[in-house]
């Protein structure tokens, strides 16, 4: 069964604040992504990496940076949050070759007061 | 306007009913995924497909590349299969990114 997990389901930071968002994969991915979900919006990429210390910027990477230092694992940084970055991430992995599934880590609701 | 337009947004129905979800793109792809996400977050990926159709259990999936258009078709559906349902695509330029439709929620009423 691939494996992606996150390192946690909810939670809450203040405003300024520096937070780490984790996903790890057991999968021998190349690639991982990291996604926002807000309703009406659907989701949206932010950063991606398709090898180790590798990463491209997505959508909507402002406020954001990330970090790859093993293959299995990916980091989202919210350098200094801010309230409008309450929102639902996502992490997801896949192979490198192409027309490849991408699988999905199961969220962290994340609240900045 | 958005590249991934899905429809309805909102869909109610009674145990046991045919339902229809669709997904319209106006982008060239290489291939389209439809996503499931239970209430708490989790995303299971049920079909990626590049042409005609795939079928999982109660579940099919077609898609029409020359109108690109696809259709999430659930038979039989059960109070279980209440969940957001999100249509993706594969750019064809850029096959590891993918743009996301706002999802349809869907409600199976016993």
């Known amino acids: 069964d691939v494996k992606v997990t996150q390192s946690s389901r909810y939670l809450v930071k203040r405003t300024g604040e520096k937070v780490f968002l984790e996903c790890v994969q057991d999968m021998d991915h190349e690639n991982m992504f990291w996604y926002r979900q807000d309703p009406g919006l659907g989701l949206r990429l932010i950063y991606f990496?398709?090898?180790?210390?590798?990463?491209e910027k997505g959508d909507i990477p402002e406020g954001y940076s990330v970090s790859r230092e093993k293959k299995e694992r990916f980091s989202l940084i919210l350098e200094s949050a801010s309230t409008n970055q309450t929102s639902m991430y996502l992490c997801?992995?896949?192979?490198?070759?192409?027309?490849?599934?991408?699988?999905f880590g199961p969220g962290t609701r994340l609240t900045v007061t | 306007k958005n590249e991934v337009e899905q429809s309805p947004q909102n869909l109610t129905a009674q145990e046991g009913e045919f339902i229809t979800i669709n997904c319209s793109y106006s982008v060239g792809i290489s291939a389209l995924h439809w996503l499931q996400q239970h209430p708490g977050g989790g995303i299971v990926s049920l079909f990626m497909?590049?042409?005609g159709k795939k079928k999982h259990g109660r579940l099919i999936a077609t898609i029409n590349i020359q109108e690109k258009h696809s259709s999430l078709h659930i038979t039989a559906s059960h109070p279980r299969d209440s969940a957001v349902y999100i249509c993706a695509v594969s750019l064809s330029y850029n096959t590891d990114k993918l743009i996301f439709g706002t999802g349809t929620r869907l409600q199976v009423f016993p």
């Open positions: 497909l590049s042409s």
């Open positions: 997801a992995s896949s192979f490198w070759a192409t027309l490849e599934e991408q699988y």
């Open positions: 990496s398709y090898d180790v210390k590798m990463k």
